[in-house]
């Protein structure tokens, strides 16, 4: 990066050389016929006593320090356009980069389903086959395997007992299969809250605060054993994650990779499961609300998305929109539609960053045209070496601000060292010049809005004149200078 800098600083003054190559010669015509001029008026009305009263070493002085001043100001204005070079090129050097201290993060994209409750209750079911006496030969060689295209399989994880028996009814025989499992009764959520709070990362990629409260209750008149599941997203790596079910911690998944809450509940007895988590994510975030067209008694989700947003393809809409925040309240509804979140690349982002710096230059006329219009309203004393050491500090102000932005962000960068720079130019010209200098150091900061950077300068430019015009009805010219 160092050689980034040293190569724009390099090229400006390489600029400033051929510029000041090519208008040489005319200057040093314009030079030559002003002092034939000004010794032809000597020569003629040399009696005049103007001439005697004339400082000419104040003239002299005043003359170089002009010309100075020019060349400051175009140095500075040369600089201040390699600005936006050195931020293209930072950041294809951030880009390719094999290793950077700042890496970009990345990150699967999260699919985070709606947890269940359940009833659970054992159930027997008879299964009766009459089979023939031919059958009974592939069953000494299959054993029971035979049967396997006419039963249930015996191996499912719900299936607590089995048993199996036989007896001859005439020539045939008749199998029966008795099979104790336990089985499931869905029960809806009273009410699910959830907020999500994203903090968007470079490129695609988010943080994201996870917090989930489900309200259940036992909705019969007898006690029951309820099961609460909650899954996890597959594919992302999880935080501090926190499951508890009325203040009841579950430290570990099943075997399924759920988390898993039993117990007994009492008759309209209701339990609260709480669960937080924070995850990496990139692209998007999709909240199912389940793979049954179960109903939805209270449903309510908050995101904030800490930008905009945009939804994939039969993503539920929001609600709510309140700038940030988006909200989906859902009452006694019956869908199978998901919650679906789409993160845009930060393009524009950058692109208001890069356009806010080729405002810089732009900064530098402003301040210059100010300070000159600010001098002769106040009738301040401009001394041109005064205005050169002014324009130098506020220049170098308006060329940190990328170097500063690198480290602090491009809000901090572009608002820092400008007034910095600002500040340091009205000390040197007069308090009355930050009445330019402060509008100008601000104008590029203006344009890091992709979309309100019109109204931005509307309101800086009402707010200059609206101070200009108190300072002209309270203020008195002041003379002195800093």
């Known amino acids: 990066m160092i050689e980034y800098y040293t190569q724009a600083v390099v090229q400006a003054l390489e600029s400033l050389l051929t510029i000041s190559t090519r208008f040489a010669m005319p200057l040093a015509v314009l030079l030559g016929l002003a002092a034939v001029g000004v010794g032809l008026t000597v020569a003629l009305q040399r009696d005049d006593s103007w001439l005697k009263q004339t400082e000419w070493r104040r003239v002299k002085a005043n003359l170089f320090g002009i010309i100075g001043t020019l060349l400051v100001f175009v140095a500075g204005w040369k600089c201040l356009h390699t600005a936006?070079?050195?931020?293209?090129?930072?950041?294809?050097?951030?880009e390719a980069a094999e290793a950077t201290a700042n890496p970009v993060p990345d990150a699967p994209a999260v699919a985070q389903f709606e947890p269940t409750v359940a009833v659970l209750a054992e159930r027997t079911y008879q299964r009766?086959?009459?089979?023939?006496?031919?059958?009974?030969?592939?069953?000494?060689?299959?054993?029971?395997?035979?049967?396997?295209?006419?039963?249930?399989?015996?191996?499912?994880?719900?299936?607590?007992?089995?048993?199996?028996?036989f007896r001859k009814s005439g020539k045939d025989?008749?199998?029966?299969?008795?099979?104790?499992?336990?089985?499931?009764?869905?029960?809806?959520?009273?009410?699910?809250?959830?907020?999500?709070?994203?903090?968007?990362?470079?490129?695609?990629?988010?943080?994201?605060?996870?917090?989930?409260?489900?309200?259940?209750?036992?909705?019969?008149?007898?006690?029951?054993?309820?099961?609460?599941?909650?899954?996890?997203?597959?594919?992302?790596t999880i935080r501090n994650l926190n499951v508890s079910v009325g203040g009841h911690v579950i430290t570990e998944p099943n075997a399924s990779g759920e988390y898993e809450?039993?117990?007994?509940?009492?008759?309209?007895?209701?339990?609260?499961?709480?669960?937080?988590?924070?995850?990496?994510?990139?692209?998007?975030?999709?909240?199912?609300?389940?793979?049954?067209?179960?109903?939805?008694?209270?449903?309510r989700l908050s995101a904030t998305t800490g930008g905009a947003v945009t939804f994939l393809r039969g993503s539920l809409q929001p609600t709510e929109?309140?700038?940030?925040?988006?909200?989906?309240?859902?009452?006694?509804?019956v869908t199978t539609q998901r919650i679906a979140l789409a993160f845009p690349p930060d393009i524009e982002r950058r692109?208001?960053?890069?356009?806010?710096?080729?405002?810089?230059?732009?900064?530098?006329?402003?301040f210059l045209l100010g300070a000159l219009a600010v001098g002769w309203r106040f009738r301040s004393k401009l001394c041109p070496g005064s205005l050169a050491l002014a324009l130098v500090l506020f220049a170098l102000g308006l060329w940190a601000a990328p170097v500063v932005a690198n480290y602090l962000?491009?809000?901090?960068?572009?608002?820092?060292?400008?007034?910095?720079?600002?500040?340091g130019a009205a000390h040197i010209l007069g308090r009355r010049t930050l009445l330019a200098a402060i509008p100008a150091a601000l104008l590029p900061i203006t344009f890091l809005s992709p979309t309100h950077s019109g109204l931005l300068v509307l309101l800086l430019t009402i707010t200059t004149l609206s101070a200009l015009a108190w300072?002209?009805?309270?203020?008195r010219a002041d003379p002195e200078r800093f």
């Open 409 to 423: 962000g491009a809000m901090a960068g572009l608002l820092i060292t400008p007034l910095a720079g600002a500040f």
């Open 128 to 165: 009766t086959l009459t089979l023939p006496p031919d059958f009974l030969q592939r069953i000494g060689s299959d054993s029971v395997g035979a049967l396997a295209p006419y039963l249930t399989d015996p191996s499912a994880s719900n299936v607590l007992r089995l048993a199996d028996t």
């Open 321 to 333: 929109v309140r700038r940030d925040t988006l909200r989906w309240d859902l009452t006694n509804v």
């Open 261 to 299: 809450w039993r117990s007994v509940m009492h008759p309209g007895e209701q339990w609260e499961a709480v669960v937080r988590y924070h995850v990496i994510g990139a692209r998007t975030w999709q909240y199912g609300l389940g793979s049954r067209r179960g109903r939805v008694q209270s449903f």
């Open 351 to 366: 692109e208001a960053y890069l356009q806010a710096l080729s405002a810089l230059p732009t900064s530098l006329i402003l």
């Open 84 to 94: 936006l070079a050195l931020a293209q090129q930072d950041i294809q050097w951030r």
């Open 173 to 236: 025989v008749v199998f029966t299969r008795q099979m104790t499992r336990l089985d499931e009764e869905p029960v809806p959520f009273a009410t699910s809250q959830i907020h999500v709070t994203f903090r968007r990362l470079a490129g695609r990629a988010y943080d994201a605060d996870f917090e989930g409260r489900y309200l259940f209750q036992n909705p019969r008149s007898l006690d029951v054993t309820a099961r609460f599941l909650f899954p996890l997203p597959n594919d992302n």
């Open 471 to 475: 300072t002209l009805r309270t203020g």
